[in-house]
């Protein structure tokens, strides 16, 4: 083949789309222009470990509450808890909640309540007839399959568990949830079920799955109103909320307690410094050789 480099007036080279041949040069050519555009690390965040710990603080807050959710089931289970006391909770936590949501969103309208209120009451009816059926449910599996699937099922519901509030809207907004947060959502409630079903009386099944659902349902809502709210706000709250479940699991069990804090210093602590150490790591290299970003200009 011709050299090129020898010829007084030798073509230029550039770059062919869909890797069309030019003539003269090589399919494999690479001329000294092409690394001029090469960038590296243009979209590489740079986080800080303040930043990160803080942001984890939502991860630890519903850890919290699923752990309350599952010491109201055990204290329930081993009979401390009656069916008034968990009716007065239920009571309590849907006055708290509405109340939240009222001083944090300030814009909830009269006929909004009213459909909430509406809705709240078909939901109750609903549960406290379906109350018999979930109590026989499961009575002829042993209590040890019982466990060991309702642990299972709240794994699954963490895991899946949208703990940026990605899929959450200010309340009265439509908003379609996302196949991991509906099975996340389902894993909850099934567990519920589950525990629901060891109770003795129709009234306990009622309290039970009536907390279970209030806390699944709304407190994702309510812990991103006050997070949207203000930050400062959330970060008290959280940071009461791991104290107060501290204390109680530490009541339960001691060892249990040192799993759980090990858990949230894990999560807080450890893991954004992993994150942090991690990006000292990440290498990125852009330039003309990627592929191609389409751009379409549709005028009437």
Not at 11 to 26: I, L, N, S, T
Not at 83 to 100: A, Q
Not at 104 to 115: V, Y
């Amino acid at each position: 083949m011709e050299d090129n480099s020898s010829s007084p007036n030798p073509p230029r080279w550039r770059k062919v789309a869909y890797g069309g041949m030019q003539p003269g040069f090589e399919d494999n050519h690479t001329d000294e222009s092409f690394l001029e555009q090469m960038v590296m690390n243009a979209s590489v965040v740079k986080r800080d470990i303040l930043k990160v710990m803080q942001d984890s603080v939502s991860i630890s807050q519903y850890l919290c509450i699923v752990a309350l959710v599952v010491l109201v089931w055990a204290y329930t289970l081993r009979s401390s808890l009656d069916e008034n006391s968990l009716l007065l909770l239920d009571v309590s936590l849907l006055g708290t909640g509405f109340l939240i949501l009222v001083l944090t969103e300030g814009m909830l309208s009269l006929n909004l309540l009213f459909h909430y209120i509406l809705n709240i009451s078909f939901f109750i009816t609903g549960l406290y007839v379906l109350a018999p059926i979930y109590q026989t449910l499961t009575r002829s599996i042993s209590s040890d399959s019982i466990w060991a699937l309702t642990i299972s099922l709240l794994v699954l519901h963490l895991f899946l568990h949208d703990y940026s509030g990605s899929t959450i809207k200010a309340p009265g907004a439509l908003q379609n949830p996302t196949l991991t947060s509906c099975i996340s959502l389902n894993a909850s409630v099934v567990a519920s079920v589950f525990i629901a079903s060891r109770l003795p009386s129709r009234l306990h099944v009622f309290a039970i799955m009536l907390f279970s659902l209030l806390v699944f349902l709304f407190a994702p809502l309510v812990t991103y109103c006050v997070k949207k709210y203000s930050f400062r706000l959330h970060l008290l709250f959280s940071v009461a909320l791991m104290i107060v479940t501290l204390a109680f699991v530490h009541m339960l069990h001691q060892l249990l307690f040192v799993l759980f804090l090990g858990l949230l210093v894990f999560v807080n602590v450890v893991c954004p410094y992993w994150l942090i150490r991690i990006q000292e790591y990440k290498f990125e290299i852009n330039g003309p050789w990627d592929e191609a970003k389409l751009c379409f200009d549709i005028t009437d």
